[in-house]
C-alpha cells in the first residue's frame, strides 16, 4: 500500500513563496509518474506539475516560470517550490503517484494566498 504525506501549506502574502513536500512510503524511484495537482473550491482538480521516472517535468502553463517540481530519490520526497504566489493559486494542493494503471493520492495540504 502507497502513503502520500503532503506538508508545507499555509497562508502567503501575494509575491511570496512556499515549498510543499510529499514524503512517500518506500522509494519513489519505482513510480511512474510523481505528480502536484490542486483543487479550489467549486472547481476541478487540476495538474500542476509532475516529475517521470527519468525526471521529465512538465507543469500548466498557469504556474510556469514560478513553480519547480523536484525529487529526492533518498528521501523518498517529492518537492514543489512556488515562488510569485497569486491569489488564484489558493487551493487544496494533492500529491499523485502513479504505478503502473494505479494512480495513489495524498490528503492534501491547504495553500492560501492573500492580495
Known amino acids: 500500500q502507497v502513503q502520500l504525506v503532503e506538508s508545507g501549506g499555509g497562508l502567503v502574502q501575494a509575491g511570496g513563496s512556499l515549498r510543499l513536500s510529499c514524503v512517500a512510503s518506500g522509494s519513489i524511484s519505482r513510480f511512474n509518474r510523481m505528480a502536484w495537482y490542486r483543487q479550489a473550491p467549486g472547481k476541478q482538480r487540476d495538474l500542476v506539475a509532475q516529475i517521470t521516472s527519468d525526471a521529465s517535468t512538465n507543469y500548466a502553463d498557469s504556474v510556469k516560470g514560478r513553480f519547480t517540481i523536484s525529487r529526492d530519490n533518498a528521501k523518498s520526497t517529492v518537492y514543489l517550490q512556488m515562488n510569485s504566489l497569486k491569489p488564484e493559486d489558493t487551493a487544496v494542493y494533492y500529491c499523485?503517484?502513479?504505478?503502473?494503471?494505479?494512480?495513489?493520492w495524498g490528503q492534501g495540504t491547504q495553500v492560501t494566498v492573500s492580495s
Open positions: 499523485s503517484a502513479k504505478l503502473w494503471f494505479n494512480d495513489y
